[in-house]
């Protein structure tokens, strides 16, 4: 299950059931805080059995406090997925144990892929923008191959790529070499990056040379045609994101680089 509790908002779900995936809905002041991180015990009598229901709303009628419930078929947006590529089902993806999302993380000598989804529906214009971009980098050398795109029933949630082993993050002595990849990101994509911290910028050694690989761009985006000059203003950005990448490669917060398995001791 994957959730986004909100306090003054809705709370969403994403709920296996069987073999389908459902979502759910639950409005403002329907349970308490503690009930929203785990509520499908308190959840109505639901026919989720039926395959035209994907998205329930839950909430309390405002006189007699007493659960109500809305079933809806409700369409759910995808990415686009342009030509015929090679799809693998969500339920695939998640019926196996992923330990890192990003590439270069211990995998036991086994072959292991990256797969990245959109869970809630306003999360998905990050996945397209994302798979616009490595779609455009596929080929490139600054990026993991795009491998295919992820359905669920059909609409399209996530993609696939290689998964780059043994890296580490890049440096200020790596700076030269990533200012090659992103002018490489920046002339193929034609946007900028978006997200510039060091965590997204990986070295890894190609038969002796170090070799930068650029992940994350979902925040990558195209400048509106009916921007003011939208050609400059894009120019502007990537020449910014160029001039902003030494002191991206020298910080030292952490910012960006999401949480670290470490091993336990002997």
Request: hydrophobic share 30%; proline share 7%.
């Amino acid at each position: 299950m994957s959730m986004e509790v909100g306090g003054m908002c809705d709370s969403e779900y994403r709920i296996r059931a069987g073999d389908k995936v459902r979502y759910a809905v639950i409005a403002p002041n329907t349970f308490p805080r503690d009930v929203l991180s785990c509520p499908l015990g308190s959840f109505p009598p639901l026919p989720w059995r039926r395959d035209d229901r994907t998205v329930v709303h839950i909430s309390r009628d405002p006189t007699t406090k007493e659960l109500q419930s809305t079933l809806s078929n409700q369409k759910l947006p995808g990415v686009p997925s342009g030509e015929k590529t090679r799809t693998l089902s969500a339920a695939a993806y998640e019926c196996r144990s992923v330990r890192d999302h990003r590439p270069g993380s211990p995998s036991n000598g086994s072959q292991t892929m990256v797969a990245k989804i959109a869970r809630f529906e306003w999360e998905v214009p990050r996945i397209v923008s994302e798979t616009r971009a490595y779609k455009l980098l596929d080929g490139s050398g600054v990026a993991p191959r795009f491998l295919g795109h992820i359905h669920e029933h059909g609409r399209v949630i996530g993609f696939l790529l290689e998964k780059v082993e043994d890296v580490r993050r890049a440096g200020p002595g790596d700076l030269l070499r990533c200012q090659d990849a992103l002018r490489v990101f920046h002339r193929l994509t034609g946007v900028a990056h978006g997200d510039m911290n060091r965590h997204n910028f990986l070295v890894a050694s190609d038969n002796g040379e170090d070799r930068v690989w650029l992940i994350d761009f979902e925040r990558s985006s195209c400048v509106p045609d009916e921007t003011e000059n939208p050609a400059r203003l894009k120019e502007e950005m990537m020449r910014r994101e160029m001039e902003q990448l030494h002191g991206q490669l020298a910080e030292e917060t952490g910012r960006g680089g999401g949480f670290e398995q470490e091993s336990s001791p002997p």
